[in-house]
């Protein structure tokens, strides 16, 4: 078993301990680590955290934030859940930085099974104030959350529904103090609904990496030159995409464009790489990542 496979006990009186575990309602008597430890150590942190079953616009929401993070040195924590969770972890390491998955179960057996478990093994880490042969139970997530919350600046909620546990995690943030972002969704859909409430409630507008690397006192550090793939859309249907996935239908009643035109201008960004097609006639905007491929 390699050392990244071996789970560490850590108290308060430990060097590893995180600070801002120490200031907190309810704090841990201890954690287990598993994974790379240096990944605990002072530094920026960002929580993301949303749904279970997001929308595909939350989930590139999720991973476009996690990238930006990622690739100005933010540490991105989240919850190691299925949907929103998962992008954010995913996108965190796709871009070359830090994760740290916090679980509400024991390391040994993160939960749920992922094709993430050795790459978090080897780049990130697993985080947990049970046992590391604990089975997930449903009161641990609850405070599990204040973890989540307890170990970042901000807490950014990408998609929620109504009664959502990512909402338990927004409440910790608040009562520790920390920023709570909340990004606006479709009026008309239940996934929207948790971050409009918090945005009635106080929670911060969130649009833009930029605004919440701006709080953490970072500035974007993109590449100089820019391809042209990547420059801003240059037409109506391209920039309906902008942090959307639709399709053509509905690129058509929002642009006011005949359908037939629409379609066109997708099959011709297709081609020049800067449109990708997903499931059920879909269209998005291709991602950095993917231009450099």
Same mark, same amino acid.
């Given at each position: 078993?390699?050392?990244?496979?071996?789970?560490?006990?850590?108290?308060?009186?430990?060097?590893?301990?995180?600070?801002?575990?120490?200031?907190?309602?309810?704090?841990?008597?201890?954690?287990?680590?598993?994974?790379?430890?240096?990944?605990?150590?002072?530094?920026?942190?960002?929580?993301?955290?949303?749904?279970?079953?997001?929308?595909?616009?939350?989930?590139?929401?999720?991973?476009?934030?996690?990238?930006?993070?990622?690739?100005?040195?933010?540490?991105?924590?989240?919850?190691?859940?299925?949907?929103?969770?998962?992008?954010?972890?995913?996108?965190?390491?796709?871009?070359?930085?830090?994760?740290?998955?916090?679980?509400?179960?024991?390391?040994?057996?993160?939960?749920?099974?992922?094709?993430?478990?050795?790459?978090? +093994? %080897? !780049?990130?880490?697993?985080?947990?104030?049970? *046992?590391? &042969?604990?089975?997930? $139970?449903? @009161?641990?997530?609850?405070?599990?959350?204040?973890?989540?919350?307890?170990?970042?600046?901000?807490?950014?909620?990408?998609?929620?529904?109504?009664?959502?546990?990512?909402?338990?995690?927004?409440?910790?943030?608040?009562?520790?103090?920390?920023?709570?972002?909340?990004?606006?969704?479709?009026?008309?859909?239940?996934?929207?609904?948790?971050?409009?409430?918090?945005?009635?409630?106080?929670?911060?507008?969130?649009?833009?990496?930029?605004?919440?690397?701006?709080?953490?006192?970072?500035?974007?550090?993109?590449?100089?030159?820019?391809?042209?793939?990547?420059?801003?859309?240059?037409?109506?249907? +391209? %920039? !309906?995409?902008?942090?959307?996935?639709?399709? *053509?239908? &509905?690129?058509?009643? $929002?642009? @006011?464009?005949?359908?037939?035109?629409?379609?066109?201008?997708?099959?011709?960004?297709?081609?020049?790489?800067?449109?990708?097609?997903?499931?059920?006639?879909?269209?998005?905007?291709?991602?950095?990542?993917?231009?450099?491929?």
């Amino acid at each position: 078993m390699e050392l990244a496979d071996l789970p560490l006990h850590i108290r308060p009186a430990s060097q590893h301990w995180p600070e801002e575990l120490r200031t907190i309602d309810a704090p841990p008597e201890s954690l287990w680590l598993r994974g790379q430890v240096e990944v605990l150590a002072p530094a920026k942190r960002v929580a993301l955290v949303g749904s279970r079953s997001p929308t595909p616009y939350g989930e590139a929401q999720a991973r476009r934030f996690a990238r930006a993070l990622a690739e100005n040195g933010v540490v991105v924590v989240s919850g190691y859940a299925r949907g929103i969770d998962q992008a954010a972890h995913r996108a965190a390491l796709e871009a070359g930085g830090r994760t740290i998955a916090v679980l509400g179960n024991g390391v040994a057996r993160p939960w749920p099974e992922c094709e993430l478990l050795p790459r978090i +093994l %080897a !780049e990130g880490l697993f985080l947990s104030e049970h *046992a590391p &042969e604990e089975a997930p $139970r449903p @009161h641990h997530f609850p405070l599990r959350n204040r973890l989540i919350s307890a170990l970042s600046s901000a807490v950014l909620v990408i998609e929620a529904a109504h009664a959502s546990g990512s909402l338990i995690t927004a409440r910790w943030a608040a009562d520790q103090g920390r920023e709570v972002f909340a990004l606006p969704g479709r009026v008309d859909h239940p996934m929207a609904r948790g971050c409009h409430r918090l945005l009635r409630e106080g929670a911060r507008l969130l649009e833009d990496p930029e605004e919440v690397l701006a709080d953490l006192g970072l500035g974007s550090q993109a590449p100089e030159a820019i391809s042209q793939a990547e420059r801003a859309p240059d037409s109506l249907v +391209l %920039a !309906e995409l902008r942090g959307e996935t639709l399709t *053509a239908d &509905e690129l058509s009643r $929002r642009t @006011h464009r005949p359908l037939t035109s629409v379609i066109v201008e997708l099959v011709e960004a297709e081609m020049a790489g800067r449109v990708a097609r997903t499931p059920g006639g879909l269209f998005r905007l291709r991602e950095r990542s993917e231009l450099s491929e």
